[in-house]
């Protein structure tokens, strides 16, 4: 008589499947990681970018200076939200130019936006040699900032005057003059460096910096 054949995995089949799989993982499992990282750095330069767009479109927009601080406001103090936790950026209405509440200080129902922390990312850089070569910006890049005030001193924020163009100002709200608000701010998971850019007129860009090849990219 012919034996019907069997169907089905024997026990030693399956664990060798199951062993397999468990080796799969545990390769994946960094490469996901690092790409999970990634990832969020690179949402955190976007979001900045955004930041930035907004702050200068809401000052053409409205007519009103408007200011981006990013990790400090202009007199050395953490940027909080409304419960009080910390936040990388934050978007400032700081009235018209000339106005009773134009003084670069975060007063109470002027911010109009507010950017959240990703795990993960660092200002600075990490793996990158070099500035991007269109930022004009005379601070370090290590900070995370080339921003600085109207004296050379870093600066971690820039002002958007009511025609979009980016100046630089002293803590003490002293205004620099067209072409002073050039800068860039770095941000890195620690295995890739990202770099958004603001010309001296306005125009925002990003950038990754390319490990292979040492250098910058759009």
């Given amino acids: 008589m012919l034996r019907r054949s069997r169907n089905g995995f024997t026990l030693i089949e399956m664990m060798v499947v199951v062993a397999i799989a468990a080796v799969l993982v545990a390769m994946a499992g960094p490469a996901m990681d690092d790409w999970s990282t990634n990832q969020r750095a690179k ?9 930035l767009s907004a702050g200068r479109s809401e000052a053409i927009r409205t007519g009103n200076h408007h200011i981006v ?22 978007i400032v209405n700081d009235d018209r130019p000339g106005g009773p509440n134009q003084n670069c200080t975060i007063d109470a129902g002027e911010t109009v936006g507010i950017g959240r922390a990703e795990p993960g990312v660092a200002w600075g850089v990490a793996k990158a040699s070099a500035r991007v070569p269109t930022d004009f910006g005379a601070g370090s890049i290590a900070t995370g900032s080339s921003f600085t005030d109207p004296s050379g001193n870093p600066a971690t924020w820039v002002l958007f005057r ?6 630089s100002f002293k803590a003490d709200c002293t205004l620099g003059g067209t072409g002073s608000g050039a800068g860039a701010i770095y941000l890195s998971s620690g295995r890739r460096d990202y770099a958004v850019v603001l010309t001296a007129l306005g125009g925002i860009r990003t950038h990754a910096w390319d490990n292979g090849g040492g250098q910058w990219t759009n």
Avoid: E, T
């Avoid at 949402?43 to 930041?51: D, F, K, T, V």
């Avoid at 990790?71 to 409304?82: E, T």
């Fill in 162 to 167: 009511p025609d979009g163009v980016p100046i």
């Fill in 69 to 90: 601080f990013f990790q400090l406001d202009a007199q050395g103090n953490l940027l909080l939200d409304g419960d009080g936790i910390a936040v990388p950026l934050a």
């Fill in 43 to 51: 949402s955190a330069s976007r979001a900045m970018a955004n930041a």
